[in-house]
């Protein structure tokens, strides 16, 4: 079934320690996304990248990295995790026209991590 | 800032009608969008607009009014798996999306 797939669905992580969080598409799309959704905020952009190659950092960057070595993978790494972090994280990809976002995203079911 | 805004929470009858309301204010505006995200799922695109006007597919239409910086959503006769998140969301200048906090559809019997 082509998609996005977000591995692990779930973690429960001890503050200090470092977490990928791992992102394959196999829709060919040239952008791809991270989010964090927390509970009365909207989906917050963390990082993004328009096509393989290149990212950029979204609205709330900071303790989180990202690498685009190719157009199917985009996985996320919290370097040294913090209570703070404890998140529903969804990756997310879209065509681009023009080398632009269209708006229309596709989700990954979303990894539900806790750090403690 | 960039700011959108749409109620917390709404709730309505099944086989009713319910029209979520949505304003913003972005730096340039590349389209509207609607996304809908049931309890413990991803959110999945409803519709766009880009234009002023009134877009309909099926049960769902979207409205949207550029010069007042208003959109809305209307459900038509609202079934029980309409119960999720209304997730409203602007394309800015940059071309990235800003999210609503979403609302909250509650649908009772």
């Known amino acids: 079934i082509a998609g996005i797939t977000q591995a692990p669905t779930s973690q429960i992580l001890a503050a200090g320690r470092r977490m990928t969080l791992r992102c394959t598409q196999d829709?060919?799309?040239?952008?791809m996304y991270w989010y964090r959704q927390d509970l009365g905020l909207g989906l917050r952009l963390i990082h993004y990248?328009?096509?393989?190659?290149?990212?950029g950092k979204g609205e709330v960057p900071d303790g989180y990295s990202v690498s685009r070595a190719n157009t199917d993978d985009f996985p996320l790494t919290l370097a040294s995790a913090v209570p703070s972090q404890t998140s529903v994280y969804f990756c997310?990809?879209?065509?681009?026209?023009?080398?632009?976002?269209?708006?229309?995203?596709?989700f990954g079911e979303g990894s539900r991590l806790t750090v403690l | 800032g960039q700011n959108i805004d749409q109620p917390t929470e709404m709730t309505a009858t099944e086989g009713a009608i319910v029209q979520i309301n949505c304003t913003y204010q972005?730096?340039?505006?590349?389209?509207l969008f609607w996304y809908q995200q049931h309890a413990g799922e991803a959110p999945t695109f409803l519709s766009y607009?880009?234009l002023d006007g009134l877009e309909e597919k099926g049960r769902f239409s979207s409205f949207l009014s550029r010069s007042k910086g208003y959109s809305y959503l209307l459900l038509k006769e609202l079934q029980m798996k309409d119960s999720a998140s209304y997730l409203c969301?602007?394309?800015?200048?940059?071309?990235?999306?800003?999210w609503g906090a979403g609302t909250k559809l509650i649908i009772k019997p």
């Open positions: 997310a990809s879209s065509e681009t026209s023009g080398g632009a976002n269209t708006g229309e995203l596709f």
């Open positions: 829709m060919r799309h040239n952008a």
């Open positions: 990248s328009n096509t393989a190659g290149t990212t």
């Open positions: 972005t730096s340039g505006f590349n389209g």
């Open positions: 607009n880009v």
């Open positions: 969301a602007v394309l800015d200048s940059n071309y990235q999306l800003i």
